[in-house]
């Protein structure tokens, strides 16, 4: 048996409606996967999406940044430069810084020293970290990383080279990137050169590794990198809805498509089956059952079988009514049969009477001795009729026993003894089994003046019995010369039988099996 076979017998063993729901299910897979991974494929594009966003504030951040440290570095030189060309530059300090920065300049703090490293004014907080400026070159600016505050250094010289500037711009007055609407709000920037970093700006919330996206950008020709690290947003409810509709849209296609033919066919083919069966367990007449929203030919199927069952109670009517007929005329042919047998017998005893030697009335006992075991059965058959489940054998054999007795003849003296099993047989066992006790007797009654003769039927098994009858007058019965004639009738009854005749104990017993019907 291959491995396919177990697989078959268990999908047939399933209700109709549960096949119908898988074959359903995998007819539209196919449609189902394709939506899936068109649905993914859009959630991804959405996420892409995404990242490029990411990408593009990211590099709209630095350039802003770029920009903005340009514009410090700039600002920071024309004020070094207009200082240093002033004839007092203790005193022209601070107006040229307000000048140049306004009365409230976008940076931490702003310190302005001559030569001697000796603080020529300061715009902002205390610095808690001293940075040296005297690694600048006359007219450039260096940037520097406060990792501690943190903050980044803008250190620049005049290009006289008689004043130097440190500008100190933390987090708080750097404003590298707009604010992203269109993201997460929690999201975090640093600035980082070789090793040294500083945050601009912190994470809202703590965002696991695997859930970040991270996007770096240089910052011009500062050498500094701008890196944006982003919480990756999940997919929205939209986006989820879009992924899961075909899975919804394909599960709900096969249970409509279960439900439409429940209801069009295996619903209908139900109430139809127990309409069937329902008749057929004594439901006198068959009504189609209401099947509004079944299939047509459902409803044509179930007019089908209602018309189908009219007829067929209708022929059964008729049957019914032959059979009565028949068992009428069978009742009437047996009463006929009944009473011809008894006319035959009256004349034979009429002939018996009138005969004018001893073996002419013998010969006519004996004639009239097996039309009696006929009408007997005959008779017991006749009274059995109605319930057609064979002869009784035990009235039978009694009846048979009593009419031998009585026509035995009046120089014999017999005594008959039964020991009969209730058994029941057929007309054609019934028949030859009286005709062979009667052979057997009358074979007995003509060995000797007085015979006792025992008659046995026992059943052996639901099927058989063995009849049997027992004389020690028989075993003289074998040296009269009528013994031939005797034995071919008896071998011919006991073929009838479908049985054997057997002799034993020294021929005082012929036993032979008969078959039985069981009983009612």
């Not at 396919?4 to 047939?12: D, G, Y």
């Not at 600002?75 to 530059?89: E, F, G, H, K, V």
């Not at 890196?227 to 879009?242: D, G, H, K, V, Y």
């Not at 002419?360 to 075991?373: F, G, K, T």
């Amino acid at each position: 048996m291959s491995a396919s076979q177990p697989v078959e017998k268990r999908f047939r063993k399933l209700p109709t409606g549960l096949k119908t729901l898988m074959l359903l299910g995998l007819a539209l897979l196919p449609l189902g996967i394709v939506a899936i991974f068109d649905s993914i494929d859009h959630a991804n594009d959405a996420r892409e999406h995404r990242h490029a966003e990411v990408n593009l504030l990211t590099e709209v951040g630095a350039n802003h940044l770029d920009r903005a440290i340009s514009e410090h570095s700039e600002d920071l030189q024309t004020a070094l430069t207009r200082i240093a060309d002033t004839s007092a530059p203790e005193e022209n300090c601070g107006s040229v810084l307000a000048d140049i920065f306004g009365a409230e300049p976008n940076v931490a703090r702003l310190t302005i020293s001559d030569q001697t490293n000796e603080i020529l004014c300061v715009i902002g907080e205390e610095s808690a970290n001293a940075v040296s400026t005297s690694a600048t070159a006359p007219g450039e600016t260096q940037i520097a990383f406060d990792t501690e505050r943190p903050a980044l250094i803008l250190s620049a010289s005049a290009e006289q080279g008689s004043v130097t500037g440190l500008m100190e711009l933390t987090r708080e007055s750097l404003a590298p990137l707009p604010q992203p609407a269109a993201l997460a709000r929690n999201y975090q920037i640093t600035l980082s050169r070789n090793d040294e970093t500083i945050i601009v700006r912190p994470w809202t919330d703590h965002v696991p590794d695997d859930r970040v996206v991270v996007a770096e950008k240089p910052i011009g020709q500062t050498g500094l990198i701008l890196t944006a690290r982003f919480e990756n947003a999940p997919l929205t409810a939209t986006e989820l809805f879009t992924i899961a509709l075909p899975v919804i849209m394909w599960a709900i296609a096969a249970i409509l498509g279960w439900i439409a033919i429940t209801l069009l066919l295996i619903r209908p083919l139900r109430q139809l089956r127990e309409a069937v069966v329902a008749h057929a367990d004594g439901v006198a007449t068959f009504a189609t059952p209401d099947l509004p929203v079944s299939a047509v030919e459902i409803q044509q199927l179930g007019h089908a079988f209602e018309d189908a069952f009219e007829k067929l109670q209708s022929h059964e009517e008729q049957l019914a009514e032959g059979l009565k007929e028949q068992t009428r005329l069978t009742r009437e042919v047996h009463h006929r049969v009944k009473n011809n047998l008894q006319i035959i017998a009256s004349l034979l005893n009429l002939h018996a009477r009138a005969a004018k030697s001893d073996d002419s009335a013998a010969a006519y006992a004996s004639i009239q001795r097996r039309v009696d075991a006929l009408a007997i059965v005959q008779r017991n058959l006749f009274a059995e009729l109605e319930k057609e489940a064979g002869l009784p054998l035990r009235p039978v054999l009694a009846e048979l026993a009593s009419g031998l007795q009585q026509s035995a003849p009046a120089s014999v003296e017999i005594a008959i003894t039964l020991d009969i099993d209730p058994i029941r047989v057929g007309q054609d066992i019934a028949a030859p089994a009286c005709f062979l006790v009667t052979e057997l007797v009358e074979l007995a009654m003509l060995s000797e003046e007085r015979a006792e003769i025992a008659i046995a039927v026992t059943a052996l098994d639901a099927q058989c019995a063995r009849l049997s009858v027992r004389s020690a007058a028989l075993a003289e019965a074998s040296k009269r010369e009528e013994f031939s004639r005797y034995r071919r009738v008896l071998t011919g009854m006991a073929r009838q039988l479908q049985s054997s005749l057997d002799e034993e104990e020294s021929g005082t017993l012929f036993t032979v099996v008969i078959p039985t019907l069981e009983n009612p």
